[in-house]
């Protein structure tokens, strides 16, 4: 089945840094969603975007849709130790046929 | 409060048994579906359910079966068939199976089998 490419694969940062990740694709998208897992736990949906162009934040997390809907970036700012985790990206394309992207594992050194 | 409950947390099976894993919603969606989850790859969908008494084939549905018989639950049966079964199994469901509206996922039952 299809996947959406994701990057970085994996980030390792100081806690405060920003952090910034994206999922492109070569389809077009008409949802984009963003989810964390912790280990062990299902992911937990962050952000959904529903329009290309959109911006989108939850507290210190935004996210856009991209223009030509084939893309989304997630930023994260002022990272803290709690942000540790996985982020995948997910495009939905009609009638609930959701595709994820790999995954970016991030750690934090305190 | 609200939410998908997956049990058991952790299973153990000897290869050759069929082994069910339970997925139960009270939010009233009207979607549910069953996904996996292999190391250091994304959500594979297995199969999807927009509405009772019915389902789709997902992406990976060979070994596996499932049942709707009721709108709050959506168990899916590893079959002996299955050739990897070992992974980590997640439940979602949404509110409608049209339009927009997001994943909303349960805590996942990891599955060893031996």
């Known amino acids: 089945g299809q996947q959406l490419n994701q990057s970085p694969q994996s980030m390792f940062i100081q806690e405060g840094e920003d952090v910034s990740m994206n999922c492109t694709s070569s389809s077009i998208f008409n949802t984009w969603l963003w989810y964390k897992q912790d280990p062990g736990e299902g992911p937990v949906l962050l952000i959904a975007l529903y329009k290309a162009g959109e911006l989108t934040s939850n507290g210190r997390l935004t996210a856009q849709f991209g223009i030509t809907r084939k893309d989304s970036f997630l930023n994260i700012s002022a990272s803290i130790p709690s942000d540790v985790g996985i982020y995948f990206c997910?495009?939905?394309?009609?009638?609930?046929?959701?595709?994820f992207g790999q995954g970016t594992r991030l750690t934090i050194n305190p | 409060d609200g939410g998908i409950t997956q049990s058991p947390k952790y299973l153990f099976r000897k290869e050759g048994q069929n082994v069910t894993l339970s997925c139960e919603q009270n939010?009233?969606?009207?979607?549910m579906y069953w996904y996996r989850q292999d190391p250091g790859q994304g959500l594979r969908l297995i199969y999807y359910s927009q509405i009772v008494n019915d389902f789709q084939k997902g992406d990976i549905a060979e070994g596996y079966s499932v049942s709707r018989e009721k709108k709050e639950s959506f168990p899916l049966t590893v079959t002996s068939a299955q050739k990897n079964p070992t992974a980590f199994y997640l439940c979602?469901?949404?509110?409608?199976?049209?339009?927009?509206?997001?994943?909303?996922f349960g805590n996942g039952t990891r599955l060893t089998v031996t």
């Open positions: 997910a495009g939905l394309q009609g009638a609930q046929k959701l595709v």
């Open positions: 979602a469901s949404s509110r409608s199976a049209q339009g927009q509206s997001p994943l909303h």
């Open positions: 939010l009233n969606h009207d979607a």
